[in-house]
């Protein structure tokens, strides 16, 4: 029989991250409002103008999409390490290093095989580069040596630097004009795109990843010893649980998928390996996963909802004269109220 005060005790749990979700988004866009007033500008049509054209279209409905893959991805990997009490915060750097193997796999590779052979080969390889360079703070951590918040976060510099060696260096195009890129990819390599859109086949990766997720965290024993070390780690390690070989093993998957969301830039969206091709993606889901309260689905539309604001930067120039960073103040009042608890703090290992 179902236990129903089980299920009232989840439906409660939900409907206060949703409460609690909505409180955080309406006193960042009541702040938010009061600057507009401060620069002259009217928030209620500055509201209404970003969202009109994000979601009034066909092409800002996509270009909504499009944002939100990279964003999923890099959420995801904040999630998963969640679960056992971990914290990850070095979703751009694990981002970096996935474009980088993917984009020295795809200049090597180039027509030399098939597509249904190069762009598998492209995926893998953008999920290796990003896991193997989780395993480092994963490692660290699980030797006791270094916490993983530390290190994950100074790694995402190390990741910068690694690729703008490169780019200006051994994967730079000497027919690129002295300007720091990589040779275009071959089409058998980059990822397929839908339709005349920017909408790529990042997206079915990302909701693959989600589902998984969703499934192996509700469903499997894999996902209930996850809640058990993260609940209590030392009654988890009494009780047999390898607790370091969770460590690895779930920090690997977890820059494997910010890996995906690299590669996904460089083998759809740009074509090739620039630096500073992610604007934040990394940091922003990890603000995103924080919002979801580490939920697979609320991370769906939590990532949409900060697409929307992203690409709400060319509206305020185009309809308010605003600088297009000024969308970075709204998403930085999100991340403070966040980080302040200004609702009740909730464990990370609530369930939905």
């Known amino acids: 029989m179902v236990n129903t005060g089980t299920l009232a005790q989840a439906g409660k749990q939900q409907l206060n991250g949703l409460l609690r979700f909505i409180g955080i988004l309406t006193l960042a866009l009541l702040v938010f409002g009061g600057v507009l007033l401060l620069f002259g500008k009217n928030p209620v049509d500055t509201y209404v103008a970003i969202f009109y054209n994000t979601l009034g279209s066909s092409y800002g409905l996509s270009e909504v999409l499009v944002k939100a893959i990279p964003l999923v991805l890099c959420a995801a990997a904040v999630l998963l390490p969640a679960r056992i009490g971990l914290v990850n915060v070095g979703g751009e750097g694990q981002l970096y290093m996935g474009a980088l193997l993917a984009s020295w796999g795809a200049l090597v590779i180039g027509d030399s095989v098939p597509r249904l052979v190069g762009v598998p080969a492209v995926i893998g390889l953008g999920f290796i580069g990003g896991g193997l360079w989780a395993a480092i703070p994963a490692l660290l951590r699980a030797k006791g040596w270094l916490n993983e918040t530390i290190s994950t ?14 780019v200006f260096g051994p994967l730079r195009d000497p027919a690129s004009a002295n300007f720091p890129q990589s040779e275009a990819f071959a089409e058998a390599v980059r990822l397929p795109m839908f339709g005349q859109s920017r909408l790529h086949f990042g997206l079915i990766l990302a909701a693959l990843v989600i589902v998984t997720l969703h499934f192996v965290l509700k469903r499997t024993r894999w996902g209930y010893e996850m809640r058990a070390i993260g609940g209590n780690p030392e009654a988890a390690q009494r009780h047999g649980l390898q607790i370091s070989r969770y460590i ?13 969301a690299g590669m996904g830039e460089v083998a759809a969206i740009q074509g090739r390996l620039r630096p500073g091709f992610s604007p934040d993606y990394g940091y922003i889901g990890f603000l995103i996963s924080w919002l979801a309260l580490h939920n697979p689905l609320a991370v769906v539309v939590m990532s949409l909802l900060l697409a929307i604001i992203a690409l709400g930067g060319d509206t305020l120039q185009i309809t308010q004269s605003m600088p297009f960073s000024s969308v970075n103040v709204l998403m930085s009042l999100i991340l403070f109220i966040v980080l302040a608890n200004f609702f009740p703090k909730r464990q990370l290992t609530e369930q939905s």
């Open 248 to 260: 690895i093993i779930t920090m690997f998957i977890a820059g494997g998928l910010a890996g995906l």
């Open 153 to 166: 976060l100074l790694l995402n510099y190390v990741a910068i630097l690694w690729v703008d060696y490169f």
